[in-house]
């Protein structure tokens, strides 16, 4: 056989192996990727409105028909609402509680996660059905004896005092739980044989195993901490301590109500987030699918 023969009979099995891999536009995938499509306009649209409405004069944001642009494209909204607040402190306080928050968290709930799924001891599972109970208890429900108990520590007003109730998370706790469970056992008795004792393997074993997930757990709960308004609304009157969303309400009640600042408020707000999900979208999805948290 020549090796023209050759490459011609290469090319061809090359060429059929493409076409074997070409995706077929059955109905039921076409049907899907239209689902997925009105999903994200449903997404995109209410966005792409706010970014529009936040760039349109004042004065254009109520007249009837709406339209998308107005007649000249002005960031005056987004110049008014930085001069009325403390914009770049408030994000400093909304990147601090956000980042501590968060770190805590991850440190706090894996460490309760492991012990309920690696130790034995009296009343362990009463206690971690106490954990899951938390679950279905309203955020909100909390709320009152939370701010008796920060008012009691001297901690209204303060970092912590905003930070400490958001790092005991039930869910999380629950979430790292089934993960420890599906870890080996064998790595960790391997690691005691060698000498490691219970923390040590906690550290080096168990923790590097579990990087999908707390990773997954980390995003959560920055994302959820950055959005959080009820509780940093609660505990902080100083305005030198709000975090931004508070500090934007604020400036936005007392201003009265305008559309465009309200909608350049919430670009401002909104705009951190989207940095942080471009950055971490493989881990979002990732975490997305190993902790179900899809609902969420």
Not at 12 to 24: F, P, S
Not at 98 to 120: D, H, K, N, P, Q
């Amino acid at each position: 056989m020549s090796a023209e023969t050759a490459v011609k009979d290469l090319t061809q099995v090359k060429a059929g192996a493409d076409a074997g891999r070409r995706v077929r536009w059955s109905p039921g995938r076409i049907g899907m990727l239209l689902v997925a499509l009105a999903l994200v306009a449903v997404w995109l649209v209410p966005l792409a409105w706010a970014v529009a409405t936040s760039l349109k004069p004042e004065g254009e944001t109520t007249t009837t028909p709406l339209k998308w642009i107005g007649s000249t494209i002005t960031f005056d909204a987004y110049r008014e609402v930085w001069k009325s607040g403390d914009i770049g402190q408030w994000m400093f306080n909304s990147a601090y509680i956000s980042i501590m928050t968060t770190l805590l968290t991850v440190v706090l709930c894996a460490m309760a996660a492991y012990g309920f799924s690696r130790t034995e001891f009296r009343g362990r599972k009463a206690l971690y059905g106490l954990v899951l109970a938390g679950i279905m208890v309203p955020p909100q429900v909390l709320m009152a004896p939370l701010f008796a108990e920060m008012v009691s520590m001297g901690l209204v007003d303060t970092y912590w005092g905003v930070i400490l109730p958001q790092v005991a998370v039930p869910a999380m706790v629950f979430i790292l739980v089934k993960f420890f469970d599906g870890v080996p056992r064998e790595l960790e008795e391997a690691a005691f044989v060698d000498g490691a004792g219970r923390w040590r393997v906690f550290w080096t074993v168990v923790m590097p195993l579990s990087r999908p997930v707390l990773a997954a757990v980390a995003i959560f709960t920055f994302i959820s901490t950055w959005n959080n308004f009820l509780w940093p609304f609660l505990v902080t009157t100083d305005p030198n301590g709000m975090t931004l969303p508070v500090g934007l309400v604020n400036v936005q009640s007392s201003y009265g109500l305008r559309y465009a600042q309200m909608m350049a408020s919430v670009v401002i707000a909104g705009l951190p987030l989207l940095v942080v999900f471009a950055l971490f979208q493989r881990q979002i999805v990732r975490g997305v699918a190993h902790t179900g948290l899809a609902g969420q």
